[in-house]
């Protein structure tokens, strides 16, 4: 499966941003029907979003719809389920029987427009207390969910609290997410665009916190937030050696009949070398698959 370290926000209303987004590097695209979207505009964002969506293109394009418990939701399913789309993203989800719902209502689509059923990818927003403290039953709710994104802007809303530059108040829901995904065995999360557009220092700090918590990427909104974003999600050179000389020493060992060395001062065992092949793993998808280009998804 890809690796989606940076993806890329643009409003499903503006031609110009959205031919933008394509020729930029992030991993993926994301069309929104949601919040970036006035109430009055939701009908020609649609049928913009449809036109893009018509042609397959790289990188990989989620459309995010509007909540389930909108009036939206239907029209924005009709106008977007359909193939060169690697997936939709469900904003405010917050029961597993709203992601099964939409889930539901996708295969029905699929059918209809002569795609394998579960054909697209289904990743629930979650960006609100109720959603969080749901996180694990939405994570399992059906096979279509393989990942899911923290909104972290409504989320600080919902708290009554401010995205900070710290980020101490986005902690506790960004660890319930990391949790909530490896209880269901699904792909690590992708953390919240971070609205510091300006300040790159603050962004990278923020990018950072997620990485060291165990998030797989982060979505982004301004085109400068893009180069930041896929380099704090990409394993080192550092990283990268390291983990192969403690995966060479360990396998020597190994074949010795030892379970437990030293290398540079630190202990190596087991879960040492599973991490190691784990970043190496991560360095080899990146290689095979490079920014703005991923094939399929
Ligand atoms: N995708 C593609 N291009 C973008 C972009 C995006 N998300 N955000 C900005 N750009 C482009 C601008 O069009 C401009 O292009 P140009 O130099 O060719 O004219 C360039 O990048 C510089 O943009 P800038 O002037 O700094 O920003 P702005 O004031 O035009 O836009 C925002 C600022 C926040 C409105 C814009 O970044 C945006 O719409 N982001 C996405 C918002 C969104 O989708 N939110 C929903 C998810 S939370
Ligand atoms: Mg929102």
């Known amino acids: 499966m890809a690796l989606f370290r940076c993806l890329l926000f643009a409003p ?6 959205i031919d933008k987004a394509y020729t930029l590097h992030a991993d993926a695209v994301i069309l929104d029907l949601e919040d970036a979207v006035a109430a009055g505009e939701k009908d020609s964002a649609r049928r913009l979003v449809s036109e893009v969506i018509g042609a397959p293109v790289l990188p990989p394009t989620f459309v995010r719809v509007n909540g389930v418990t909108t009036s939206h939701i239907l029209a924005d399913l009709q106008a977007v389920v359909r193939p060169g789309i690697a997936g939709i993203m469900l904003a405010k989800a917050e029961t597993a029987e709203e ?22 990818e289904l990743v629930p927003f979650i960006e609100s207390v109720r959603g969080i403290e749901n996180a694990h039953e939405v994570a399992a709710a059906c096979p279509r969910v393989k990942r899911l994104a923290f909104g972290g802007n409504d989320y600080t809303a919902d708290t009554w609290t401010t995205y900070s530059e710290e980020g101490t108040e986005l902690f506790y829901a960004r660890a319930k997410l990391i949790a909530a995904s490896r209880i269901a065995g699904i792909e690590p999360p992708l953390d919240t665009v971070c609205p510091f557009i300006k300040n790159l220092t603050a962004l990278r700090e923020d990018a950072l916190r997620a990485k060291k918590m165990g998030f797989q990427g982060k979505m982004v909104i301004h085109p400068a937030q893009i ?4 380099e704090i999600f990409s394993p080192t050179q550092e990283e990268v050696a ?11 060992a190994q074949a010795k009949g030892t379970g437990v060395i030293q290398l540079d001062g630190k202990m190596v065992e087991y879960p040492i070398v599973n991490r190691a092949r784990q970043i190496l793993a991560a360095a ?14």
């Open 12 to 17: 499903g209303t503006d031609r110009k941003k």
């Open 99 to 120: 992601v099964r719902r939409v889930d539901w209502l996708t295969g029905l689509l699929e059918e209809e427009r002569n795609m394998p059923r579960g054909a697209l």
């Open 227 to 230: 180069g930041p974003v896929l």
């Open 242 to 252: 390291a983990a192969q000389k403690i995966v060479a020493a360990f396998e020597e």
């Open 284 to 297: 080899g998808k990146i290689k095979e698959q490079p920014p703005g280009n991923i094939a399929g998804t």
